[in-house]
């Protein structure tokens, strides 16, 4: 048994050198619990006969419908931040608050909020935030470090507030340790745990978290001494409001409301998204106006078909008025979709668009696959067995074991990323609270807003990097890092007000899906 917990340790301290020794974290992943089973063999501590099942659990990962959302929702992010809608989104703000200090960092915090329901890569949307933002918000008096931090932070709201890429990671892991964890606790018809359910649960925390940025940026935003007088911006016209935003919110809400409204799956709503995506890009990059109607008519079909689907209309063989209507509608949609492809394609937009969906989809299914791997060798050694009983033994019971969970998922933050922390902490560490009688949904949502710290701190924070690659090189990295500072703090105020107050994360799902 000893000799079991000491290559347990060696795998860990493995794991760890490798991820920060530079390699790709796939490799690291992958590769560390590999080498230490063989070795272990060599001493008669590891049977490699586990690593049979290893070809079974990368089928599982690469049938699982559930996943193939990361694509879908990526190519949806990307084709927004590509075809500049999101930029535009942020000028229109920009002018209708005004051009305060306050006014602006708000609007730069409106817009994240609103983007992030639309895309969760955070690469992206730091660096469109720089872009854009960065230079008005100095012109208008806020000082580089909390211009700095102000950006960071909103832009990785799309962790949070659904539909989020790491909610769909975080659902398929929690949904499939919670069944086994249930199961081996005696419980062997648990109530499935679906991605819904933390897109649900994640709503009001998100909005929460967002509350309290806008109150400390009410509270703090003053212009600089030396800042001179903001430019007086002019007025924006109804129409081109209505042109802006209209777009992106039918899209978000025809793909989180069909998700919530029960009518699509995660990966349907992710298609739905992807399509929708491809239609507006098309729209914002052509002047024919024929094509133009043509995007309009198609995007504007797909919203009303999900609409009456989550009215209930049609779901009987007795609506033949809206069977017919579906079926125009679908024909219009299909024949939308590959003009807009088309359009895409012949103006270059759709080529790197793709090429970076595969680059970050590579990325996210390479990690599972790796810890998976990582999970199975753990299981091995007895590791599982061993985070049980550590767990039981701490002060506090169940709520111990959490805020164990939640300081080693802080601490981990770190140095590692959100994808890796998921498929790390909840197969190793989940089962000692899925298998108790706390709620799932709650636990998972909790993961999700500690996880967000993890862009944010340093020295690995994935947003700190994003950011200095493309600010001025008058902005220090310690005006970075002081200007995150409060916005962490922030998060882990809203992270211990979701632990005191469960039902912010449990009362919607329950009110949605009973």
């Known amino acids: 048994m000893i000799a079991q917990e000491l290559f347990l340790l060696l795998l860990l301290l493995g794991l760890f050198a490798g991820i920060l020794s530079g390699i790709p974290a796939m490799l690291a992943i992958a590769g560390a619990p590999l080498v230490t089973a063989v070795i272990a063999s060599l001493f008669g501590v590891f049977d490699l006969a586990f690593l049979k099942f290893f070809p079974a659990r990368v089928w599982g990962i690469m049938s699982n419908s559930l996943l193939m959302a990361v694509p879908l929702f990526v190519l949806m992010g990307v084709l927004l931040e590509r075809a500049r809608l999101a930029e535009n989104m942020l000028t229109v703000l920009a002018r209708m608050m005004g051009g305060s200090a306050r006014g602006m960092g708000l609007s730069v915090l409106l817009f994240s909020a609103m983007i992030a329901a639309a895309t969760g890569i955070i690469g992206a949307t730091i660096v469109m935030l720089v872009l854009v933002s960065l230079k008005p918000l100095l012109e208008a008096g806020v000082p580089p470090r909390r211009a700095s931090g102000l950006i960071c932070a909103s832009g990785t709201l799309g962790q949070i507030i659904p539909p989020s890429i790491i909610l769909v990671l975080l659902g398929d892991q929690i949904g499939n340790t919670y069944l086994e964890a249930q199961q081996q606790a005696g419980n062997f018809a648990p109530l499935p745990v679906s991605v819904a359910d933390l897109f649900a649960g994640a709503l009001i925390p998100g909005l929460i978290l967002v509350a309290l940025y806008a109150l400390y940026l009410t509270v703090v935003m003053r212009p600089a001494r030396q800042a001179a007088k903001p430019p007086s911006q002019p007025r924006v016209h109804p129409r081109e409001v209505i042109f802006t935003f209209l777009p992106p919110m039918l899209l978000i809400l025809s793909v989180l409301g069909s998700i919530l409204a029960g009518v699509a799956t995660a990966t349907e709503a992710a298609g739905l998204g992807a399509v929708g995506a491809l239609l507006m890009a098309a729209f914002a990059t052509t002047e024919n106006r024929s094509v133009r109607t043509l995007l309009a008519a198609a995007g504007l079909a797909a919203f009303a078909l999900v609409a009456l689907r989550a009215a209930g209309i049609g779901r009987t063989a007795t609506d033949s008025a809206a069977g017919l209507f579906a079926i125009v509608a679908v024909a219009l949609i299909a024949i939308g979709t590959l003009a807009a492809a088309l359009k895409l394609w012949r103006s270059g937009l759709l080529q790197p668009s793709l090429s970076e969906t595969m680059k970050i989809s590579g990325m996210v299914f390479g990690i599972v696959i790796a810890a998976s791997l990582l999970a199975l060798v753990f299981r ?135």
């Open 380 to 514: 091995g050694f007895g590791g599982d067995r061993l985070v049980m009983e550590l767990m039981r033994s701490l002060p506090g019971d169940q709520m111990g074991a959490l805020l164990v969970i939640m300081l080693v998922v802080f601490l981990l933050g770190f140095i590692l990323e959100a994808v890796e922390i998921i498929y790390i902490v909840v197969p190793l560490m989940g089962p000692a609270i899925l298998g108790t009688d706390i709620s799932p949904v709650w636990f998972g949502v909790l993961l999700a807003m500690n996880l967000q710290t993890s862009f944010l701190t340093p020295p690995f924070g994935f947003a700190l990097f994003y950011f200095r690659s493309v600010a001025p090189r008058s902005i220090t990295t310690g005006d970075i890092y002081r200007g995150v500072a409060p916005f962490v703090v922030l998060q882990l105020a809203a992270l211990a007000t979701l632990v005191a107050i469960p039902e912010l994360a449990t009362w919607l799902p329950s009110l949605i899906f009973g």
